[in-house]
C-alpha cells in the first residue's frame, strides 16, 4: 500500500532563517506531488504542484520554493521566512489519472516568531 | 476556469440526527471527478467519498452518501446517523478527467459540530 510521509509536524523558526519541509511517498512511482499551505479555519492554497523529477510548477508568487530531487520526494524551501510564512503546510500525493484522489501527509504546522 | 463553492461556512447536527452539506461547481467540461475529504481537529485530510461524473448513480460510503445533481452542477454529502467523530472540516473537491490535468480545485470548507 502506499504511504506519504511529511515531516517535521511542528517548526518554530525565526524571521529570515531558511526552512526545509520534506515530504515522501512510499509504495508507487510516479506521483504528482502537491504542495498546499492552509491557514487557521480556511481552505486549502496550492503552493506547487510536480509531475515528475525536476518539474515544478508554481501556482502563487512567494516566498517559497520547491523541488523534486527524486521521483517519490518533494521539498519546500524558503532561504528567508517571513512572518506570513506561518501556517499548515500539507503535502500530497496523486495518481495521473482524474478518477483519483489526493492523499494527504499529516502536516506541518510552521510558526513564525 | 473551474470553481467550487461550500455555502455553509457553519453547520451542527444532533447526534444520531442526519445532516447535508453543500457544494457547488462551476465548469464546462462533461468528464470531471467529485471528492469530499474530512479535516478532524488533528488536521489530517481524510478521502470520505468520490463520483464519477458520468455515473448516475450517487456514491455511497456507509453513512455517507451524495447527491450529484449533475445538471445543476451540485454535490452535496449527507451524514447519517450523525457521530461526535463526525466533527470536522469538509472540503469539497473539483479534477477534470481531462488527461494532463493536474490541479484539484477545493472549496472554503464547512465546519460541522456534532452536538450530543
Known amino acids: 500500500s502506499q504511504t506519504i510521509h511529511q515531516w517535521p509536524a511542528t517548526l518554530v523558526q525565526p524571521v529570515g532563517s531558511p526552512l526545509s519541509l520534506e515530504c515522501t511517498v512510499e509504495g508507487t512511482s510516479n506521483p504528482n506531488l502537491y504542495w498546499y499551505r492552509q491557514a487557521a479555519g480556511r481552505g486549502l492554497q496550492l503552493l506547487f504542484y510536480s509531475v515528475g523529477i525536476g518539474q515544478i510548477s508554481s501556482e502563487v508568487p512567494q516566498n517559497l520554493s520547491a523541488s523534486r530531487p527524486q521521483d517519490r520526494q518533494f521539498i519546500l524551501s524558503s532561504k528567508k521566512l517571513l512572518l506570513s510564512d506561518s501556517g499548515f503546510y500539507l503535502c500530497a500525493w496523486s495518481r495521473d489519472r482524474g478518477s483519483q484522489p489526493q492523499h494527504f501527509g499529516d502536516g506541518t504546522r510552521l510558526s513564525i516568531l | 476556469a473551474q470553481t467550487v463553492t461550500q455555502s455553509q461556512p457553519e453547520m451542527s447536527v444532533q447526534e444520531a440526527e442526519t445532516v447535508t452539506l453543500s457544494c457547488t461547481y462551476d465548469?464546462?467540461?462533461?468528464?470531471?471527478?467529485l471528492f469530499w475529504y474530512k479535516q478532524p481537529p488533528s488536521r489530517q485530510m481524510i478521502l470520505v467519498i468520490r463520483q464519477e461524473a458520468y455515473k448516475q448513480q450517487n456514491a455511497t460510503e456507509n453513512r455517507f452518501s451524495v447527491n450529484f445533481q449533475k445538471a445543476a452542477k451540485s454535490f452535496s454529502l449527507k451524514i447519517s446517523d450523525s457521530q461526535l467523530g463526525d466533527a470536522a472540516m469538509y472540503f469539497c473537491?473539483?479534477?477534470?478527467?481531462?488527461?494532463?490535468?493536474?490541479?484539484?480545485?477545493f472549496g472554503t470548507g464547512t465546519r460541522l459540530k456534532v452536538l450530543a
Open positions: 473537491a473539483y479534477r477534470r478527467g481531462t488527461s494532463g490535468t493536474y490541479k484539484y480545485i
Open positions: 465548469t464546462s467540461e462533461s468528464d470531471y471527478y
